[in-house]
């Protein structure tokens, strides 16, 4: 009996290195391919994107940075400030080499108005004086590729229609697995939440393609084996395509909804999904981003990068701030989901009422837990990773404050999460996977 117990966790132990063995290997693989796309990405026909930057000088010209698509609501803000710094570090230097365009973020900027300096570029091409070594800046490459071709105006355009594309596949296979109500209030949520103005910003499409990307992968691909089985390999890919291509715009979105789309394929290991995707996404996304900073200690010293970074960190994280600016921080972003004036109510009364609002619905789970065990165990993860754009504002509050208008839009995870919870409770008996035995076995592993 005791050999067979030690055989067991001899396996197990196996099991488990050979797959942060497989773990390391993608991170690794991965993150030589987004360098070497970057550094590809120089060579594309440099006329061609000036060109095209060129002809989309119209949606500058009125330099209003933060226009509003519709109405005055600030849920449909267009960030012209952010495209154009993005437009401005696509187009290549002929002054430098190719593994600087690549890696050197070059750009023209102005303190004061950011459209300036790309409308004074596109009248001279050479004018540098800034450089943004904080991020990957990946953005780049789908960027200039599509510069190759189209006008800033025509990208946009393309977005909307793989949005509308992309989201009435996710629904379609909602609907399927799930119900139709299911995919109906997943689409009303997105939509509560400003979805309509994402297209209409490059800074914002980025991180809503990778995780619309990852559902349809999770939808397609649970139906032939286990979501166990490919969780934290999926996740450390999203990570670190999540800090390669955003600007820090709501990158927690990547994580949290598909995250909650492989609790709802799943119906036992939940909590370690949980904590095995999120450390995979986490360690992605992170580490991926540190490396930025260590190749620019070792090709461009005289930046001081990680002096920069701290000073940023400790800038946007608000640690110089106290509680109450936090509070603040969560009550802004909470604000936004209807669109509260401030005028008309405090962002601590919000604050407030949705501490109150969270009290209730714990103590509702556990209500409804007592009449099935299992039920609260099964919630749990749920509320866990709806709690995560709450954790993500507190720890980055001045960022979160200041930018509220489009970080509120991570809160879509917490909305989701209240959905498969009503869903499970309501639909509680009904399974959303085939019985385990119609899966594909993935092949046992052992050991020498």
Not at 171 to 185: G, S, W
Request: hydrophobic share 50%; charged share 15%; net charge positive.
């Amino acid at each position: 009996m005791v050999t067979k117990v030690g055989h067991a966790d001899r396996k197990r132990s196996c099991v488990h290195k050979t797959r942060l063995f497989k773990c390391a290997v993608i991170f690794v693989v991965t993150s030589f391919l987004f360098l070497g796309l970057q550094l590809l990405s120089t060579f594309l026909p440099l006329k061609e994107i000036q060109n095209h930057v060129a002809q989309s000088e119209a949606s500058f010209l009125s330099l209003n940075q933060y226009p509003h698509i519709v109405g005055k609501d600030d849920k449909y803000k267009q960030d012209l400030c952010t495209d154009s710094i993005m437009l401005n570090m696509a187009v290549p230097y002929r002054s430098l080499n190719h593994f600087d365009n690549a890696f050197n973020a070059s750009f023209f900027s102005n303190i004061r108005n950011s459209l300036i300096p790309l409308v004074s570029r596109i009248h001279n091409w050479d004018l540098l004086n800034s450089h943004y070594l904080r991020y990957w800046n990946g953005y780049v490459v789908p960027l200039r590729v599509l510069l190759c071709i189209f006008t800033y105006q025509s990208i946009l355009r393309i977005n909307v229609a793989c949005f509308a594309i992309l989201l009435i596949i996710i629904a379609f296979l909602f609907a399927q697995r799930f119900n139709t109500l299911f995919a109906v209030f997943f689409v009303v949520i997105l939509f509560q939440l400003g979805f309509a103005a994402v297209p209409f910003s490059m800074q914002f499409a980025s991180v809503y393609y990778i995780s619309f990307g990852a559902i349809i992968f999770e939808l397609v691909f649970s139906r032939k084996c286990k979501i166990q089985d490919f969780a934290p390999e999926l996740f450390i890919v999203i990570g670190v395509s999540t800090s390669w291509i955003d600007f820090l715009s709501a990158p927690l979105i990547s994580l949290g909804l598909p995250l909650l789309v492989a609790f709802m394929l799943t119906q036992e290991g939940r909590l370690k999904v949980l904590v095995s995707s999120s450390f995979a996404w986490a360690f992605g996304y992170l580490f991926f981003w540190a490396s930025r900073w260590g190749l620019a200690l070792i090709t461009y010293p005289q930046f001081n990068i990680f002096a920069n970074v701290y000073k940023r960190f400790a800038f946007r994280s608000g640690e110089t701030s106290g509680l109450s600016y936090k509070i603040e921080a969560v009550g802004k972003n909470l604000s936004m989901i209807f669109a509260v004036p401030s005028s008309f109510v405090s962002h601590r009364s919000i604050f407030s009422a949705f501490v109150l609002f969270i009290i209730t619905l714990v103590l509702f789970i556990v209500w409804n837990a007592k009449k099935r065990e299992p039920a609260l165990r099964e919630l749990m993860p749920f509320a866990l990773v709806g709690m995560y754009p709450f954790i993500w504002y507190l720890l980055l509050a001045n960022h979160s404050a200041h930018h509220y208008w489009f970080t509120y839009r991570s809160l879509s995870i917490s909305l989701f999460s209240l959905l498969c919870i009503a869903y499970l409770i309501i639909a509680k008996d009904k399974p959303v996977l085939p019985d385990s035995a119609q899966l594909e076995e993935p092949p046992q592993l052992e050991c020498g």
